[in-house]
């Protein structure tokens, strides 16, 4: 939707588009029954979580710490898969083993791959510059170019900076915009496709990204038997086509209930069910756009016109083998590689790991960046480590749903080989520490385990997964716990905990 530029934040419709019908609509199974805050920050981590260790479970201890180990790992409920190792780094002794050559999914485990190989390849000290390009001297240039750098931490806030460094630079009036998108193309990665939701942390990368490629629908209700007001954030005007097919009744009870989904590059925001008239706002929580790159650019002409510089036509997008030219009037950065790996570890943020996997890739074989190129690229940057690959597949960077499989054995080998990388210490310290912060700041809070264990969780609804090292007894391990066709992670979680208690004691 894009109706004259008007306040960015702001931008209400009740329009109500009624030529799909409701039933052919897809929408999702629960309505909302308390509204989140208006302007939540993006929300694209996994399913991973922090969820409390079980209490009150007594532990195996025995003078042989081998067989108490191997009992708890095998006191699971249920007739699952499942593997585990556990390796003393100092003498390379196997304290634990359990089918550790077999083929299993690791979830977000899978993110210990894809930022090993970003260690190794990236200088995490850069920052990543997203440029705006002159074509033409004066106010008035023939084009300004908008060239993508991947910044996944870009949110709205910071594309508003660089169109306001657009306009301290003079520019008031521009024939066209063109987005050069040429960095990474923006096909999903794979195994993103298996589950089409619309939520945050499926959300698709790109040159450019605005808010992590979601955006926030906020809806106020509108007169009894007319359609609520819809806004949606960032404005991105042609980019979004809402379809306001909800309506404001009367009383307290109501179920709206918001999807996106993707249109060509366009993104659809669907809005069914009713909002009650007593209702003062309600939020749908941050979705998925369709397009990373395409909603970006439209995002940036919208914040030019909010800035009064006029835009006569475009985003035109380009990509390789076009070179636009111009000369560089405004530019912004943001955070370095570093926070961006720290974040992907600690918080299990899939955007910020596929970004870190498809740029391995740009930096290895060169750009454009593709899904071939990025497993290409982490392959080759982790070949010097001589892992065994055998069952092990990396074909994206979060570990999302089942395009990734490991081993414990090789798993642990990566975990091992990280010590003697000269950047070990931007990899350790990227992990979730135990008790402390990320996805396990409310597990392992014992004082054996209370910030001795460095680790990277995973979590889909039939797999839990942990990997990483433990500190204790004047050593440090490697280890590598994964369950597969489980039902609900936390008896999971609990053996895990449970173990890595047991491998701690003296």
Known sequence: ?????????????SAWIT?????????????????????PSPAAADADDDASEVAGTSLP?????????????????????????????????TLFEDNADGVLTPASVAKLFATAAAVRTLDLDKKPTTVVRAVGKGSEPAALVLVGAADPTMTLSEWTKLAQAVKKAGIVRTKKLIIDTSLMD????????????????RAPIGALMVDASTLQVTLRPGKVGAPPLVEVTPDAGDAVVVLNLAKTVAGKRDAPVVLTRPNGRKTEVVIQGTIAVSRKIVG????????????????????????????????????????????PIASHLHHDWRAVLHVTNKQSHNQFAETLFKLVGVHQLGAPGTNQKAFDGVRKAL???????????????????RADTVTCRTTVALLRAMTKDPKFADFKAS??????????????????????????????DDVSGLAGYAEGNGTTYAFALFFNDIKGPAPYRSVQDRLLRRLLQP
Not at 19 to 37: E, Q, R
Not at 284 to 302: C, L, M, N, T, W
Not at 383 to 401: D, K, R, V
């Open 284 to 327: 749908s929580g941050r979705r998925r756009v369709a397009d990373a790159s395409y909603f970006a650019g439209h995002v940036f002409k919208r914040l030019l016109q909010a800035q009064g510089i006029e835009v006569t036509s475009g985003p035109e997008f380009v990509t390789a083998g076009k070179d636009v030219g111009g000369e």
């Open 19 to 39: 030529t799909l019908g409701i039933a052919s609509l897809v929408a999702p199974t629960t309505a909302w029954t308390k509204p989140p805050a208006l302007h």
């Open 61 to 93: 201890h025995s003078r042989d710490k081998a067989s108490d180990l191997r009992a708890i790992f095998k006191a699971v409920p249920g007739k699952i898969r499942a593997g585990g190792l556990v390796v003393d780094l100092a003498t390379g002794a």
């Open 383 to 401: 070949a010097p480590l001589q892992l065994q690959w055998q069952g092990t597949q990396i074909y994206n960077g979060s570990g999302l749903y």
């Open 186 to 201: 923006d096909q999903l990665p794979k195994g993103f496709d298996q589950k089409p939701t619309d939520a945050a942390f």
């Open 431 to 460: 992990l979730a520490i135990g008790g402390v912060d990320g996805t396990v700041r409310g597990r392992l809070k014992g004082p054996e385990t209370l910030g001795k264990v460095f680790a990277k969780t995973g979590t889909l």
């Open 1 to 13: 939707m894009d109706s004259g530029h008007g306040n960015l934040a702001r931008r209400w419709t």
